[in-house]
């Protein structure tokens, strides 16, 4: 999707490695998210950051940890990958309060 | 907490009209409507704030009844092009992290 860029796109990792997602902005915007998409659970949310540095917990945050030092990256770090975070991540950006999100393109990721 | 959308699951003919519901446990502030296609990120639709207004998009409309705490989505005169998941989003807090329903799945059929 334009001025959001999702990578890798695909990923298959072993359990306990570490793994690092990358969101990448051109839209100045900020607000960041990282949800994860679950048949039957549809979008939940991981963390997201209202500006660089300040970053806040989801619904889903056990198991991931988040960082943003520029406006324009925001990386989901899953510290030991496990089968249960095997999943469809979308990253989602947001220029104020009370507007549309943008989402990007998503990345499965597979942990076996 | 997720808000509760429904139903599942609907099944159209061209044509045809559609209401999706969503109702949170929590007062809201604002809800959004999203539309995933297969294999695809959810893509924008519409917001709707605090204070009960409707708005529409093309022959896609929406209401929000804040006492209730619950949004309605309207798909009238479906088209093919409808077809996909839809997703609503409440934010509750006033912090901009906005939590989503598990989504209703529309198949629209020529």
């Known amino acids: 999707d334009a001025g959001i860029t999702q990578s890798p796109r695909h990923k298959v990792t072993e359990t306990g490695t570490p793994v690092t997602l990358r969101c990448h902005q051109t839209e100045n915007h900020r607000y960041m998210y990282w949800y994860r998409q679950d048949p039957g659970h549809g979008l939940r949310l991981i963390h997201y950051?209202?500006?660089?540095?300040?970053?806040d917990k989801g619904e889903v945050s056990d198991g991931y940890s988040v960082s943003r030092s520029k406006t324009e990256d925001f990386l989901l770090t899953l510290e030991s990958a496990t089968s249960s975070q095997t999943s469809v991540y979308f990253c989602a950006i947001s220029g104020q309060i009370n507007y549309g999100y943008t989402f990007g393109s998503g990345t499965r990721l597979t942990v076996v | 907490q997720q808000p509760v959308q429904s139903p599942q699951a609907v099944i159209l003919r061209e044509g045809e009209d559609a209401v999706i519901n969503c109702s949170s446990s929590?007062?809201?502030?604002?809800v959004h409507w999203y539309r995933q296609k297969h294999g695809e990120a959810p893509v924008f639709l519409m917001i709707l704030l605090k204070g009960g207004e409707q708005k529409g998009h093309e022959k896609i409309s929406a209401s929000f009844n804040e006492k209730k705490q619950q949004s309605s989505l309207y798909l009238t005169a479906s088209q093919l092009s409808y077809s996909g998941t839809y997703f609503c989003g409440t934010e509750s807090g006033g912090n901009n992290d906005m939590r989503f329903g598990a989504g209703t799945r529309l198949t629209v059929k020529p």
């Open positions: 950051s209202y500006g660089v540095k300040d970053t």
């Open positions: 929590k007062a809201l502030y604002s």
